[in-house]
């Protein structure tokens, strides 16, 4: 596989390119907004940021655990409803996306890593080139989601 391509996998994960990214959107995040319930909306932003941790973590997994357990959508991807956290709960939430990731990086660059052979315990051919769009396009569904939330309530 080209350098090139194992690149623009990592650019699509980490790099500001059409719009915003993580680091934009949890930047300089207000505090007392991490467990505002924006309008019309049924989870608060750190339910939406530790659906992103979760997700994520879930695909990793799913691309390197040979004894991966799916988990069940919704309940086991989103927070409890009532669940909060606090400052220190906000920042082990973005840690740990960033940690996971630097390993879906790894994943990536790694030569040994055929991104196009189907995951030898993965559904219906799944590649780890497929699971890193969907992490992605999960990603960047829910960072552009934030920043629009975080504008409806001045959080900004």
Do not use: S
Request: include cysteine; hydrophobic fraction near 40%; proline fraction near 6%.
């Amino acid at each position: 596989m080209p350098t090139d391509m194992r690149q623009q996998l990592v650019n699509l994960l980490t790099v500001r390119q059409a719009h915003m990214n993580f680091e934009d959107a949890v930047q300089n995040f207000p505090t007392a907004h991490i467990n505002t319930r924006p309008p019309n909306v049924e989870y608060t932003f750190w339910h939406v940021l530790e659906h992103l941790r979760i997700c994520q973590w879930d695909i990793l997994d799913y691309c390197r655990n040979p004894n991966y357990q799916e988990l069940n959508f919704p309940d086991d991807l989103w927070p409890a409803r009532d669940a909060m956290t606090d400052a220190a709960g906000w920042q082990k939430t973005i840690d740990q996306f960033l940690a996971d990731r630097a390993e879906l990086v790894v994943l990536i660059e790694n030569p040994q890593t055929d991104l196009h052979a189907p995951i030898p315990h993965g559904y219906d051919g799944h590649t780890i080139f497929r699971e890193i769009l969907v992490v992605a396009d999960h990603n960047a569904y829910h960072v552009g989601e934030l920043g629009i939330l975080r504008q409806i309530v001045g959080a900004w």
